[in-house]
């Protein structure tokens, strides 16, 4: 059942504390039952947002959607949850848990969770960055041509269909192999394979916990952008803050070209969470479980319906990340082809691939000790330190790239994990710019001509399947990604490394 606590808004910001310029706790009793505060990571620009949207609410009463603190207070009354229950700069709300939101649950504890909501709809969606050994000048006498070869050779929008020839028993292998797969039919490299999160490829997954329904989906989908706010952009170094950490990376210069992929796990990852959410809700009568909000769907982590979603999940996760594999093969077949030379020779290596809606088992420090968590991070990337055991040997010494996508138009950022991110936030840091209004207002207040002038205005290529989406994508439906990048970093959650500026961009 939804909070249905009434407070005027002087009231409800008696439950904020503010810590410190960017960090601002939200206090037991905000919400009932809640087991742990939050802690939210914004500073004055963006503050401004959440206060709104609670304002609101606090006048509306308790109809429509509820705002993102609210969410957050929410996520903190689940059973088996430490530390804090923690809000990234770019928090907006979300279905059930807030996008933005990252949760961990304690496994030894018997009552602990798992929540289909604070993983997403798309399981994995996640950003992928290759980089070239080609220049902005490079690029420029054939940027429409380019342009136009990436859209041809990627298929994208809402129904688009793969090029990856695919089967129900190749999808199986896919399932439960990931880049593994890519990399034994060909699609990837070896290295690939090192620079992804978990290497590419849940253990734990199972393609038998996806429903035939969910494999139809995703069968014709392999290799494919989709829409909504995925993209794949041409990208050119326009400043580097750590040369150290970009080198390790095979960022040396301004002006380099990189490519930039933001995509998920497409209709079969929003039927495993379709189809979890169903079953879960009937888990939680008998389990007696009581929650503020109806959307929080939970079981508890040792239970059949949990074990089978984690299951499905890393299966899905799977998926995303074979198709980023494909995406990363056309790619490069397109790059070869525009250059007239091979990927290798225009050293098109991953830099990373993170992961941005997932649900992981992870040791942390809680009070202390070591703990195996399951973490849920919705609209949040991990962000591991330097020295730790599950990044790559590369940057042991620099922490983990941290891939944050810009809105369409603006910039993107590469971050470095942190060792106070460890011990705040569970290595997690934000994962964009973070929409500030909803998708139907910025239909009603922009005009898809204007989108796109602006975007030539500022030299940027464009290709898109269907224009009339381009209205929600706009800039002016986000935060500004300059100001939360910089609260992560005044934080100290994460490290600006590297920020990319798009020259073309190829969306849904």
Same mark, same amino acid.
């Given at each position: ?6 407070r005027?808004?002087?009231e409800e910001?008696?439950?904020i504390?503010k810590?410190?310029?960017v ?5 037991k009793g905000?919400v009932?039952?809640?087991?742990v505060?939050?802690m ?5 620009s963006?503050?401004?947002?959440l206060?709104e949207?609670?304002?609101?609410y606090?006048k ?9 603190v ?10 088996g949850i430490?530390?804090? $229950?923690?809000?990234? *700069?770019d928090?907006?709300s979300g279905?059930g848990?807030?996008?933005?939101n990252v949760a961990?649950? #304690?496994? @030894? ?10 993983v ?5 969606c996640?950003?992928?960055?290759l980089?070239?050994n080609?220049t902005?000048?490079?690029?420029e ?5 380019l342009?136009?070869?990436l859209f041809?050779? !990627? ?5 688009s269909k793969?090029?990856i ?6 999808l199986?292998?896919a399932?439960?192999?990931?880049? #593994?797969w ?7 490299w070896v ?6 999160? @978990? ?8 393609p038998?916990k996806? $429903?035939?329904r ?9 290799? =494919?952008?989709?829409a909504?706010?995925?993209y794949?952009e041409?990208?050119?170094v326009?400043? %580097? ?6 080198n390790?990376m095979?960022?040396d210069r301004?002006?380099?070209?990189c ?6 796990s497409?209709g079969l ?6 189809d979890s959410?169903t079953?879960?809700?009937k888990?939680?009568a008998? #389990? ?8 929080l ?6 239970s059949?319906?949990?074990?089978d979603?984690?299951?499905g999940?890393?299966?899905a ?10 995406m990363?093969?056309?790619t490069r ?8 030379s ?6 098109m290596?991953?830099i990373y #691939?993170?992961s941005h809606?997932?649900a992981?088992?992870e @040791?942390?420090? !809680?009070n ?7 973490v849920h ?8 330190? *330097? ?9 042991q ?5 941290v ?10 950022y ?8 460890m011990?705040e936030t569970?290595?997690s840091?934000c ?5 500030s209004?909803s ?7 922009l005009?898809y =001509?204007?989108?796109?002038d $602006?975007?030539?205005?500022?030299? %940027?290529s ?5 224009p ?6 706009a ?5 500004d ?10 934080a100290?959650?994460?490290k ?5 500026r798009? %020259? ?5």
């Amino acid at each position: 059942m939804t909070d249905s606590v009434v407070r005027g808004f002087d009231e409800e910001l008696s439950f904020i504390e503010k810590i410190d310029s960017v960090r601002y706790r939200v206090k037991k009793g905000f919400v009932p039952n809640m087991n742990v505060d939050g802690m939210i990571y914004v500073n004055d620009s963006i503050k401004d947002y959440l206060y709104e949207e609670l304002e609101q609410y606090s006048k509306r009463g308790v109809s429509g959607f509820l705002p993102a603190v609210k969410q957050i207070a929410n996520v903190a009354s689940l059973p088996g949850i430490v530390g804090h $229950s923690l809000g990234m *700069p770019d928090i907006h709300s979300g279905y059930g848990f807030s996008i933005g939101n990252v949760a961990a649950f #304690d496994t @030894e504890d018997p009552l602990s969770i798992v929540s289909p909501g604070g993983v997403g709809f798309d399981i994995n969606c996640g950003v992928r960055l290759l980089r070239t050994n080609l220049t902005e000048k490079d690029i420029e006498p054939i940027k429409e041509q380019l342009c136009q070869s990436l859209f041809d050779h !990627v298929p994208v929008g809402v129904g688009s269909k793969g090029v990856i020839p695919m089967n129900i028993k190749t999808l199986n292998q896919a399932l439960e192999m990931g880049v #593994d797969w890519s990399l034994g039919e060909g699609y990837a490299w070896v290295e690939d394979k090192e620079h992804c999160e @978990e290497y590419g490829r849940m253990l734990n997954a199972d393609p038998t916990k996806v $429903s035939e329904r969910a494999k139809k989906r995703g069968l014709p989908q392999l290799g =494919t952008l989709g829409a909504g706010n995925h993209y794949l952009e041409v990208q050119v170094v326009d400043e %580097i803050y750590d040369k150290a950490a970009a080198n390790k990376m095979g960022i040396d210069r301004q002006g380099q070209i990189c490519i930039m992929i933001h995509s998920g796990s497409r209709g079969l990852g929003h039927q495993v969470a379709t189809d979890s959410l169903t079953l879960m809700e009937k888990a939680m009568a008998r #389990d007696h479980i009581h929650l503020n909000d109806k959307q929080l769907a939970c079981s508890r982590i040792n239970s059949v319906e949990g074990q089978d979603y984690l299951s499905g999940m890393a299966a899905a996760a799977n998926f995303a990340w074979v198709n980023r594999q494909s995406m990363t093969f056309l790619t490069r077949q397109a790059f070869a082809k525009a250059f007239n030379s091979t990927p290798d020779d225009l050293d098109m290596h991953v830099i990373y #691939d993170v992961s941005h809606n997932i649900a992981k088992f992870e @040791e942390h420090n !809680v009070n202390g000790r070591p703990k195996k968590l399951l973490v849920h991070r919705k609209g949040a990337t991990r962000a591991f330190a *330097p020295h730790h055991p599950l990044i790559p040997v590369d940057y042991q010494f620099t922490g983990q790239p941290v891939l944050i996508g810009g809105t369409m138009g603006t910039c993107s950022y590469v971050l470095t994990g942190t060792e106070l991110g460890m011990n705040e936030t569970f290595g997690s840091t934000c994962h964009g710019a973070g929409r500030s209004c909803s998708r139907n207002k910025s239909r009603n207040n922009l005009s898809y =001509t204007d989108v796109l002038d $602006s975007l030539q205005a500022k030299g %940027i290529s464009i290709r898109v399947a269907s224009p009339k989406l381009v209205m929600e994508e706009a800039p002016e439906s986000y935060k500004d990604v300059v100001q939360v990048i910089e609260t992560c970093h005044k934080a100290g959650i994460s490290k600006k490394s590297v920020k990319l500026r798009p %020259i073309a961009v190829i969306k849904g």
